[in-house]
């Protein structure tokens, strides 16, 4: 466990960031960050791999009536705000070294549209 002048320490070392936030304009929402790009990446299993968890969710549904689910997949939803404009290739990279396992998974960019 951090004692105290540990985490004042810890405190200190880190880098300072600030982010300037303003009254939103017509395209944007509340409090959305000023030349921040909103990219959401999805990751889910790859068909032919079993998905344990989808299934025990596609059990549980029937249980409750809701028969017309036929098949549930689960995975993993990441939002990354990025500065300026995304760059495709690089948030290609990110997605398939440090979020998903391609061997297993597939990933699904989606990128702001303007």
Do not use: C, Y
């Not at 009536?65 to 939803?77: A, F, I, L, P």
């Not at 297993?104 to 990128?111: K, S």
Request: charge should be neutral.
């Amino acid at each position: 466990m951090a004692t105290s002048s540990q985490d004042s320490r810890a405190r200190r070392s880190a880098p300072e960031t600030r982010v300037t936030r303003r009254a939103a304009g017509p395209r944007e929402r509340p409090g959305t960050l000023v030349g921040v790009s909103r990219v959401v990446v999805d990751v889910v299993l790859k068909p032919e791999i079993s998905d344990p968890q989808g299934q025990a969710v596609l059990g549980a549904l029937g249980r409750l009536g809701h028969g017309g689910v036929t098949s549930v997949r689960q995975g993993k939803h990441f939002v990354l705000e990025v500065e300026g404009t995304p760059d495709r290739a690089e948030l290609e990279q990110i997605a398939q070294t440090l979020l998903a396992n391609p061997v297993i998974e597939d990933v699904e960019l989606h990128l702001p549209t303007d």
